[in-house]
């Protein structure tokens, strides 16, 4: 029971026999009619507020995605159910007080409640293959639990590539459910890749990516529906050049999907080099087919079946006695390939499937709320002869848009050396270092 203290006892006069001139009967007031409306009012007002609490203020970006989850959805959707979702100045806040062991995904961090934060994930409108729906599930349960254990919110953002069709998906869950996400912080994101010039690569074209958080994704969709669209019209651009090139194999779209783990909803970048790699097996393994008479097809749907996806080119094939040594890559799959790919002429990079680094400006450039970050800035270091230069010369053209890097970026593979990592952060430590576990598993937590 609260007690009140000696210095508020007066704040609360309560009859006392003793007191001097206090009676019972003089302490009371006369009932009027108007006493009784106001105190009928009083209490009207009081019901009302009991049942209508105060609402917590939302800033102007938040307010802008209830309007656009209403006009989406086709009925209101209040501001506050939203109240989980960061703004910029919200995000910067929250990511300039966390450091490195705050993104450490592994069991152990999770387990001792260590985790706290993860910018860059994947889900199944990619090339991720847990649903927005079950990832939001155990992010909020594990936010709880954080919450109970620390008093910390678990902070995040869905980042699938060249898609916001998640992030639409997660918006919506969480406005129809907003106690369930009191404990998360959340900001809308996107993995988006470009083409650029890569002196230090055998392909004088390479692509990089950023992370993007802060926009409004359902007024970006259409961009990057577009850019599905150009992708799809690529791919099957090359299937009908390369089947014109080599009419004896029986090349077939679906059966490149099905190989490549294509998601027709979602095609990725250098998609170009998949296909590539599947008209150059199938073709290979058409000619080695008919060395023994065989059908193309079925030793084509044998050989594939037991091979990893990273595998499945021919130099592995032959490696693995799948195929003679003789056999090599078609000339006229890769020319079509060297058609259809980003590539420079006379200095002018010619795109048909893919962003520029200044496709991605003009689209944010003009929203105050969007903020950029490198995403694994080692893999497009390692495109540049001088990295430094490179890197700060994108920092530099974005106008002011690249203030963050995926400093802590946990998916690395385990050759990549962990020294160099850190010297490729140290070029770019004036920006916000963040970081992500660039989850593209069933299970999350």
Not at 25 to 43: E, H, R
Not at 115 to 134: E, L, N, P, R, W
Request: with cysteine.
């Amino acid at each position: 029971m609260k007690v009140s203290s000696v210095q508020n006892i007066n704040r609360h006069p309560v009859y006392s026999p003793n007191s001097s001139g206090a009676s019972l009967s003089s302490s009371k007031k006369k009932v009027t009619p108007a006493n009784i409306m106001v105190l009928g009012l009083v209490s009207t007002l009081a019901v009302y507020k009991m049942s209508h609490p105060v609402q917590k203020k939302v800033s102007r970006y938040v307010q802008n995605l209830a309007e656009s989850i209403s006009s989406a959805a086709g009925k209101k959707v209040e501001p506050y159910s939203l109240a989980s979702v960061m703004d910029k100045s919200e995000f910067i806040e929250s990511t300039v007080k966390l450091g490195e062991k705050d993104y450490v995904y592994n069991p152990d961090n999770i387990k001792n409640f260590g985790f706290q934060a993860d910018f860059h994930m994947h889900t199944s409108y990619s090339d991720g293959k847990i649903s927005v729906s079950k990832l939001l599930d155990e992010i909020s349960l594990y936010a709880d639990n954080l919450f109970k254990r620390t008093g910390r919110k678990f902070k995040f953002s869905i980042t699938d590539h060249d898609s916001v069709e998640g992030v639409k998906e997660a918006l919506t869950i969480i406005s129809k459910n907003p106690a369930k996400f009191k404990n998360v912080k959340f900001i809308p994101g996107v993995e988006i890749s470009f083409a650029h010039k890569s002196p230090k690569s055998a392909n004088p074209c390479e692509i990089s990516e950023f992370l993007v958080y802060g926009f409004d994704p359902f007024k970006v969709d259409k961009y990057f529906n577009n850019l599905q669209i150009k992708r799809r019209k690529t791919l099957d651009s090359m299937m009908a050049d390369i089947k014109k090139s080599l009419p004896l194999t029986n090349f077939d779209k679906d059966e490149f999907v099905k190989n490549y783990n294509i998601n027709p909803d979602c095609i990725m970048m250098n998609s170009h080099w998949a296909l590539y790699q599947y008209a150059q097996t199938k073709h290979a393994v058409t000619i080695q087919a008919s060395r023994t008479g065989a059908d193309a097809s079925k030793m084509y749907e044998d050989i594939m079946k037991n091979v990893e996806v990273k595998n499945k080119n021919i130099w592995y094939l032959k490696k693995n006695n799948f195929l003679d040594n003789d056999i090599n890559e078609a000339v006229e799959i890769s020319n079509v390939r060297k058609k259809y790919e980003p590539h420079f002429e006379n200095n002018t990079l010619i795109l048909t499937n893919e962003n520029s680094f200044e496709d991605i400006i003009n689209l944010f450039n003009d929203d105050k709320n969007v903020i950029m970050s490198f995403a694994h800035p080692y893999f497009t270091a390692e495109k540049f002869h001088q990295p430094n230069k490179a890197l700060n010369a994108f920092v530099y053209k974005s106008n002011g848009l690249i203030q963050l890097s995926e400093a802590f970026h946990q998916a690395y593979p385990k050759g990549v050396n962990a020294g160099k990592v850190k010297e490729i952060n140290g070029y770019i430590k004036h920006l916000i270092q963040i970081g992500g576990s660039d989850n593209h598993k069933l299970n999350y937590i």
